[in-house]
């Protein structure tokens, strides 16, 4: 009989389990997928010279993250490779704001736009590093976060907090029209923002941008050297060096409670799986406590309180093998791993108002990933395998477009949003089309069919808005990893802090197991 029982081998689950074997528990891990991975899987389905990432590609908060940090998976065979430009926004008129590799570079791309703007960028660049640290490990530990909380306060204190709050809690519109006078840094700042579900309106989306600029800025936007699947065969290398044990296909139907304790788990087989110590799930909390968990073992409010939980964007993406470079008119997006498409700030929120309304957008933002220029292995030379996500409403009630699609994703609507999306990439690289091999449709059916965690292709296990975050994520006073469910642990990224691969769901969840076991 394992100590503990993980379900899910998607990035959390594999940290919980690794963290877990490593401190000398037995563990096993059951996947529903043939593959472990999750969302940190790679492939050669699109063309057979390409690797092609099939969810998430580029990891600053993995290469922020204490929690990856501290598994050393380096010592695995893990290495990171970084485009020469982090991020790039090309503009109508035909200038590019560009995130360099170098902070001092990025303020004097800024400049060009607007004098004094570059000095501006530095000073958000000194404040956060000031702050880093304890912003990190306030971040990456379980909710509250109290020994870093408290030193963060302290420099707060020190260096105007309540400024400094505020700026956080702006919209990333407002921060950008009260921080700098030219287009190209508000457009790095509201762009990063949408990487979550956060449009350039929304409360905290000026911190969510700077956060992600930050990291970007301090980081890069990494990629595993030869597809995000290096990272998972690392973690399940680092996990069978220890003992752990991961069983794929294995699809758990039930957390098995008796006397008010989760003892195991049945799967889909009708095997029983016990545990002595511990379950953790690396599953949506909707799932956890609708589908795996019988409700008589959980409180009517909890129920109750699932009822509001909020996906983030569903999500919409295509995969290209290219014959060559992507033509860009701007040409420092050439050489950035991360191209963001949109008409400006308004265009932003002309997207985000269109999927509150729930219409398919008809010129949506893109999230381009050129991950040849990110890491040469990835294609052949000269070549590169490129993807494109982009959001749409969870229930689409029209389509702001002319193709008129509905939500029910056939072959035809499928292929009618990628040439939507196509034809978007034209617009700021004439000749696209013509450097296409072959492509793969990700609808968001087809996501969550792949990742069960990824309902619709809801990549962050949840909105990233603020009445969904810290204390009330999942639900308002579940703030941490334990659950009402003695033994049953919640390693999601519906936990606290959220979606990003950085391990902390999982890490928090098995270090509550461990502190749990210590106190009996």
Request: glycine fraction near 12%; proline fraction near 7%.
């Amino acid at each position: 009989m394992p100590d503990a029982v993980v379900i899910g081998a998607g990035p959390n689950g594999l940290v919980a389990a690794n963290l877990l074997a490593a401190a000398g528990w037995s563990v096993e891990v059951l996947e529903a997928q043939p593959e472990p991975g999750g969302a940190v899987r790679s492939d050669r389905g699109v063309h057979p010279d390409y690797v092609t990432d099939l969810f998430s590609a580029f990891y600053p908060l993995a290469a922020a993250s204490p929690v990856l940090d501290g598994l050393d998976l380096r010592a695995e065979g893990l290495r990171w490779s970084r485009a020469p430009r982090v991020l790039a926004h090309p503009l109508p008129d035909g200038r590019c704001a560009v995130l360099e590799s170098d902070a001092r570079d990025t303020a004097a791309s800024l400049d060009a736009f607007a004098e004094g703007d570059g000095a501006a960028w530095l000073e958000l660049c000194a404040t956060w590093d000031r702050v880093r640290r304890d912003v990190l490990g306030a971040l990456f530990t379980p909710f509250p976060p109290v020994r870093s909380g408290i030193r963060l306060a302290a420099r707060l204190r020190a260096a105007d907090g309540l400024r400094l709050a505020r700026t956080l809690l702006l919209p990333v519109r407002r921060l950008g029209e009260e921080r700098f006078g030219g287009e190209a840094a508000r457009l790095l700042l509201a762009g990063t923002a949408l990487h979550a579900d956060l449009g350039p309106e929304a409360a905290m989306s000026g911190g969510f941008g700077w956060l992600m600029s930050m990291l970007g800025q301090t980081y890069g936007f990494p990629v595993p050297v030869g597809g995000a699947g290096a990272l998972t065969a690392a973690l399940v290398r680092r996990l069978e060096r220890h003992g752990g044990v991961l069983r794929c296909g294995e699809q758990v139907t039930e957390v098995v409670v008796r006397g008010g304790r989760a003892v195991g788990v049945r799967t889909a087989k009708g095997e029983a799986v016990p545990a002595s110590r511990a379950v953790l799930a690396d599953v949506s909390a909707p799932a956890l406590y609708t589908r795996l968990v019988d409700a008589r073992h959980l409180p009517g409010r909890l129920l109750d309180d699932l009822h509001r939980f909020q996906w983030d964007f569903a999500t919409y993406k295509v995969d290209w093998a290219l014959n060559g470079p992507v033509p860009w008119t701007a040409r420092p997006a050439a050489t950035a791993g991360t191209v963001h498409l949109a008409d400006g700030v308004d265009g932003l929120t002309r997207f985000t108002a269109q999927i509150a309304m729930g219409q398919v957008p008809d010129r949506p933002f893109l999230l381009f990933g050129q991950m040849s220029a990110a890491d040469a292995t990835r294609s052949p030379a000269g070549t590169e395998a490129a993807w494109a996500y982009t959001h749409v409403p969870h229930r689409i009630k029209g389509d702001a477009g002319e193709d008129g699609l509905t939500g029910r994703w056939d072959r035809g609507e499928q292929e009618a949003m990628a040439d939507r999306m196509e034809h978007e990439v034209e617009r700021w690289a004439p000749g696209f089309r013509s450097r296409i091999t072959a492509r793969r449709l990700l609808a968001p059916p087809t996501i969550e069919s792949m990742d069960a965690n990824l309902p619709g292709g809801a990549i962050n296990g949840g909105t990233a808005s603020a009445h969904q975050q810290l204390v009330f994520r999942p639900t308002p006073g579940a703030g941490r990893p334990e659950t009402p469910v003695r033994g049953l642990y919640l390693a999601s990224a519906s936990a606290h802090p959220g979606g990003g691969v950085h391990g902390a769901p999982g890490a928090n969840a098995a270090r509550a197991a461990m502190r749990r076991r210590l106190r009996r």
